[in-house]
């Protein structure tokens, strides 16, 4: 399901923008915050169980875990992907520094 529901958004994503480095904003972005709930996760498990319960079920920690409930660690095509992930992050990282050089002429 929650495949499903990042899919989608990228999907969305893509098809409004058409743009590659709205794909990828987006999907740093997802995945960014999707680690951000993680770490929230970890953090109030001992003072609010609940949330952190909350959490747990319904959010994965980050974009490649849920590639992972998939796909096994061990696999080529989850290597293959993991470093389409790894590629898609030095794009944005590439994005994001050329903005900032615009940014500071």
């Known amino acids: 399901m929650d495949l499903f529901i990042i899919l989608i ?8 923008f058409r743009k590659f480095s709205s794909f ?5 972005l997802i995945d960014i915050f999707l680690r951000m ?26 974009l490649l875990s849920v590639v992972a409930k ?4 061990n696999s080529i095509l989850f290597i ?4 389409g992930f790894l590629i898609l992050y030095m794009c944005f990282w590439f994005y994001n520094f050329k903005y900032f050089l615009k940014k500071g002429k």
């Open 9 to 16: 958004l990228l999907l969305i994503v893509i098809f409004y």
């Open 24 to 28: 990828v904003y987006a999907f740093a």
């Open 37 to 62: 709930l993680n770490f929230i996760r970890i953090y109030t498990a001992k003072s609010v169980p609940e949330l952190s319960h909350l959490l747990y079920r319904y959010f994965p920690s980050d």
């Open 70 to 73: 998939y796909i096994s660690r």
């Open 80 to 83: 293959i992907i993991a470093w």
